[in-house]
């Protein structure tokens, strides 16, 4: 009976070690986003008349290919924002007219802004492996930074795996947040949380 109970108790012993470490793979951060005072929800609106968002994933931390990580973000985006429900695409249909799009890049070098990612320089790199995955994004007026965001993911293993979808939800959220800079008292900046 002693012997039940001590391989039971060190059963639990690892199996709460376990969830702990378990717990800390795959967690998302996300800093908090800013706001250009040209912001309004009603982009959102404007890009549903116009057939959608054109986004642009730059970089594959993931050994698959990129086609899979492109369709793992647009489709996670666009499901993820609020209000009017808007088709993401990496390819613009053809008449496509809006100047909107957005702009993902996986693991980019130092030095990397939403400047740059709106002005179509953004450059990525390849994480080590004991380093989180590190997305920066923007919502761009052609090359105009509209919102921006940062966010890492520790532990992800491919595209569809929570925690890194969890990730790009969070950052689509902040892209587009509930209301524009001057209804949050004109601050350029805002939290997630």
């Known amino acids: 009976m002693t012997e039940n109970l001590r391989v039971a108790g060190s059963l639990t012993l690892a199996l709460a070690a376990?969830?702990?470490v378990a717990g800390?793979?795959?967690t998302s951060t996300v800093q908090p986003?800013?706001?250009?005072?040209?912001?309004t929800p009603d982009i959102l609106n404007y890009s549903a008349a116009k057939g959608g968002i054109l986004t642009e994933v730059i970089g594959n931390p993931f050994a698959g290919p990129k086609g899979e990580?492109?369709?793992?973000?647009?489709?996670?985006?666009?499901?993820s924002h609020f209000g009017q429900k808007v088709p993401f695409f990496t390819q613009a249909p053809e008449g496509y007219t809006s100047p909107y799009r957005v702009v993902?890049?996986?693991?980019?070098?130092?030095?990397?802004?939403?400047?740059?990612?709106?002005?179509?320089?953004?450059e990525t790199r390849a994480r080590t492996p004991k380093e989180s995955d590190r997305v920066e994004a923007a919502l761009c007026a052609r090359e105009v930074v509209i919102?921006?965001?940062?966010?890492?993911?520790?532990?992800?293993?491919?595209?569809?795996?929570?925690?890194?979808?969890n990730l790009i939800a969070q950052m689509s959220q902040a892209l587009?947040?509930?209301?524009?800079?001057?209804?949050r008292g004109g601050s350029d900046t805002f939290n997630l949380f």
């Open 104 to 122: 993902f890049a996986m693991n980019p070098v130092r030095g990397t802004s939403a400047y740059t990612l709106c002005g179509g320089k953004a």
């Open 24 to 26: 800390c793979a795959g």
């Open 147 to 165: 919102t921006s965001v940062k966010g890492s993911v520790a532990g992800s293993l491919g595209p569809r795996d929570p925690a890194f979808l």
């Open 176 to 183: 587009f947040p509930i209301n524009s800079p001057e209804r």
């Open 69 to 79: 990580l492109d369709a793992a973000v647009v489709e996670t985006a666009a499901k």
């Open 18 to 20: 376990l969830t702990l």
């Open 33 to 39: 986003g800013s706001a250009s005072a040209g912001y």
